[in-house]
DNA sequence: AGTATCTACAACCATTTGGTTGTAGATTAC
DNA sequence: GTAATCTACAACCAAATGGTTGTAGATACT
């Protein structure tokens, strides 16, 4: 089954630029196994609250996570589908690695 | 076979960093098929030669491309490991969340 | 030798990022 | 009703990012 993900340069870069901090992979990696609220969050972090709520929003921005309101807190889930996107965009660049794999060995047969 | 890739947050923040802008995707996208000088690449972006310079450098920190020299020219090369080391974690992901599945199947299973 | 090309790198600038503190609105607990 | 908790959001700040121009060192061309 292919997605067919047809991302905008901008949600890739989003989808990316929200993975390229340690803080936010680590909070994807605990929402995508047990949902948390923000607080529940931010208590896991040496830093404030504020700044674990700027984290979470990127993240959602990048639609790696979504909030769903339960009554005062807001329970933070970590979105499966789009790692497979972003999986799917890494997949796409292997092809084209392996595409030159195949016409180099084109060539040396054709050589023989 | 496992690439063993012990991996610093830093490293990875490095590697998603650099695939989070279009024109750093595209680099790695054309090196990984045909490698190419810094001079070629830049050619092809509505960019100085300097700007381009400076994206080939953030990938290469990255891991994501090589440099060789050749002659006057340096030859621009896609590093197909470095992908896989990426799409070695964002399987990661995927596999803490289809444990949560599995335990959320097995709790299922447990009430019938 | 002299010129053109390719690259490296510094200096500079505007914007974004990642953090802070502080204030205010909802919701829950007593 | 009052107090405590959870969240949202603004304002601020230092550092990083993504771009620029300019200068200089190697290498290739004629």
Redesign the interface.
């Known amino acids: 089954m292919v997605v067919d993900t047809e991302l905008t340069?901008d949600e890739?870069?989003?989808?990316?630029?929200a993975?390229?901090?340690?803080t936010r992979?680590d909070i994807?990696?605990r929402t995508?196994?047990?949902e948390a609220s923000v607080s529940e969050l931010a208590a896991e972090y040496e830093m404030s609250f504020a700044a674990v709520q700027k984290h979470v929003a990127v993240l959602e921005g990048a639609g790696l996570v979504t909030k769903h309101p339960h009554g005062r807190e807001r329970k933070v889930r970590?979105n499966?589908e789009a790692?497979?996107r972003?999986?799917a965009l890494?997949?796409r660049?292997?092809q084209?690695?392996r595409?030159?794999i195949g016409r180099l060995d084109a060539l040396l047969a054709e050589d023989q």
């Not at 890739?12 to 630029?17: E, G, L």
């Not at 993975?19 to 340690?22: E, I, K, M, P, V």
Request: no cysteine; proline share 3%; hydrophobic share 45%.
């Open positions: 340069d890739v870069d989003r989808i990316f630029r993975l390229a901090d340690a992979r994807v990696r995508l196994d047990t970590g499966p790692i497979r972003a999986q890494l997949d660049y292997e084209i690695w595409a030159r």
